[in-house]
Nanobody, 114 residues
C-alpha cells in the first residue's frame, strides 16, 4: 500500500513554476522528524533537493536555494515544494521522503524544456 503520494508535477517552460505536494495515505506528517524532497534524472544519482524538520527548519541543496521553497503544513497534513525559475537541469523524477518508517513516494515527473 502506498504511504506517500506526490502530485503537481508536469511539463513547464524554463523560468516557469511548479508546486509539488506530498501527502500520506494515513497517519500524520508530524510523526516524521524529517520530511524531504529528492530527485533523480535518468542515469544520474539521486540527490537531495530540500528537507524540513518537525520544527519547520529547512535545508536546501545548493541548486535549490533561492529558487525552491519547502513547506510543511501540519494542519493540512501535507508537504509542498514550490519550484520557481525552473531550469532544464531540474528535469527529473521527484520523490517525497518521510523519516518515520523510512518511507518513499513512488515519484513524480518534472520536465522543463524550451
Amino acid at each position: 500500500q502506498v504511504q506517500l503520494v506526490e502530485s503537481g508535477g508536469g511539463l513547464v517552460q524554463p523560468g516557469g513554476s511548479l508546486r509539488l505536494s506530498c501527502s500520506p495515505t494515513s497517519g500524520l506528517i508530524n510523526g516524521s522528524f524529517i520530511m524531504s524532497w529528492h530527485r533523480q534524472a535518468p542515469g544520474k544519482e539521486r540527490e537531495m533537493v530540500a528537507a524540513i524538520t518537525m520544527r519547520h527548519d529547512a535545508q536546501y541543496g545548493p541548486f535549490a536555494k533561492g529558487r525552491f521553497t519547502i513547506v510543511r503544513d501540519d494542519v493540512k497534513n501535507a508537504m509542498y515544494l514550490q519550484m520557481d525559475n525552473l531550469k532544464p537541469e531540474d528535469t527529473a523524477v521527484y520523490y517525497c521522503y518521510a523519516s518515520e518508517k523510512h518511507t518513499w513516494g513512488q515519484g513524480i515527473q518534472v520536465t522543463v524544456f524550451a
